[in-house]
Nanobody, 123 residues
Framework: QVQLVESGGGLVQPGGSLRLSCAASGFTLDYYAIGWFRQAPGKEREGVSCISSSDGSTYYADSVKGRFTISRDNAKNTVYLQMNSLKPEDTAVYYC????????????????WGKGTLVTVSS
């Protein structure tokens, strides 16, 4: 049974950092595409960053390039999202999601989802 459990969210001041973790079970992470998505109130869920299953290449949304870094620890079956220089507009529920194959970092391409972790950026 595929399961994803996110952690690491919280309240942080603008300019601060957080690291999100997504612990995966029921499948081998390095054979799947996996990514982070976020959804702010009143907005659609958007792809923040993904790792490809085919070659391990990474994708970042323009809004987070240079500030966020996705990484994967295959030994721990865990994926991380390091978020630096956080802005109020980064406030959202962050979800981890995965699929055997996902050619694009879009919510519609993902098959399994975690329950999410709330990130609030505010002074």
């Amino acid at each position: 049974q595929v399961q994803l459990v996110e952690s690491g969210g919280g309240l942080v001041q603008p300019g601060g950092s957080l690291r999100l973790s997504c612990a995966a079970s029921g499948f081998t992470l390095d054979y799947y595409a996996i990514g982070w998505f976020r959804q702010a109130p009143g907005k659609e869920r958007e792809g923040v960053s993904c790792i490809s299953s085919s070659d391990g290449s990474t994708y970042y949304a323009d809004s987070v390039k240079g500030r966020f870094t996705i990484s994967r620890d295959n030994a721990k079956n865990t994926v991380y999202l390091q978020m630096n220089s956080l802005k109020p507009e980064d406030t959202a529920v962050y979800y981890c999601a995965t699929a055997p194959i996902a050619t694009l970092c879009r919510a519609s391409y993902m098959d399994y989802w975690g329950k999410g972790t709330l990130v609030t950026v505010s002074s």
